[in-house]
């Protein structure tokens, strides 16, 4: 499949978006990267490729313009495949849209975790085709919590926390335990869209299962 994949922001992409390429592309995907949104508002250069992948965080001076925005949706809507990945879900003020077609994600200012290390990812559904060849697994990550999330996601894989105070952004703050949806599958007009909120660094995309979990997201949102 020829793909899109977007890059850039404020997350360690430069670990991360070349193990993507990579791994993408050992799979047999005419992958391109583009560390710039602007593609996203042209219309006929969008036309050339069957999916759009988002390892980005695009906010404050790096926001989807309007034209950006537009695009984007039209061309998920249209019938094309969108996989997003870890935080590239995160909505900004200026575009509360995005998360019609992501089904929620990281809010600025609102959503937390508990502090980067190694948990276990539950496969809650394995016939998911998010879930395809996979079992539960371990892998050094980010477990996200507080986030917006839609309750028509067809959740594949969840994490499990135990409550406490840990230290974040401003000092110590309690976060709760319980189960944490991790992946999830929706469409947006004739669209398919896949979400994995793993995937922070360069270690997290080189954990086997993560990057069969991101093969089997583009698998499904281009068929």
């Known amino acids: 499949m020829k793909l899109l994949t977007i890059s850039g922001g404020s997350h360690p992409y430069e670990e991360s978006t070349p193990v993507l390429e990579q791994f993408l592309k050992d799979a047999g995907h005419d992958v391109t990267v583009s560390w710039s949104a602007e593609i996203l508002s042209n219309t006929n250069e969008m036309a050339k490729y069957d999916a759009l992948v988002f390892n980005t965080l695009r906010i404050e001076d790096t926001t989807l313009n309007k034209a950006e925005q537009d695009g984007m949706k039209e061309f998920i809507r249209e019938g094309k495949g969108f996989v997003c990945i870890h935080i590239s ?28 290390g190694q948990f276990t990812i539950n496969i809650t559904n394995p016939s998911h085709p998010g879930a395809l060849g996979i079992t539960d697994f371990v892998s050094n990550d980010e477990l996200y919590m507080g986030l917006e999330y839609s309750e028509d996601n067809d959740v594949f894989m969840s994490g499990d926390s135990v409550e406490g105070t840990y230290e974040w952004i401003d000092g110590p703050l309690y976060m709760p ?19 994995t909120l793993l995937g922070h660094d360069g270690l997290s995309f080189k954990t086997p299962e993560f990057q069969k979990i991101v093969l089997n997201g583009i698998n499904w949102v281009t068929s």
């Open 177 to 195: 335990g319980g189960t944490f949806p991790l992946g999830w599958t929706r469409t947006y007009g004739d669209g398919k869209v896949f979400v």
């Open 89 to 116: 879900g995160c909505v900004t003020e200026s575009w509360p849209e995005y998360h019609d077609i992501t089904g929620g994600g990281w809010i600025l200012n609102t959503s937390f975790h508990p502090p980067y």
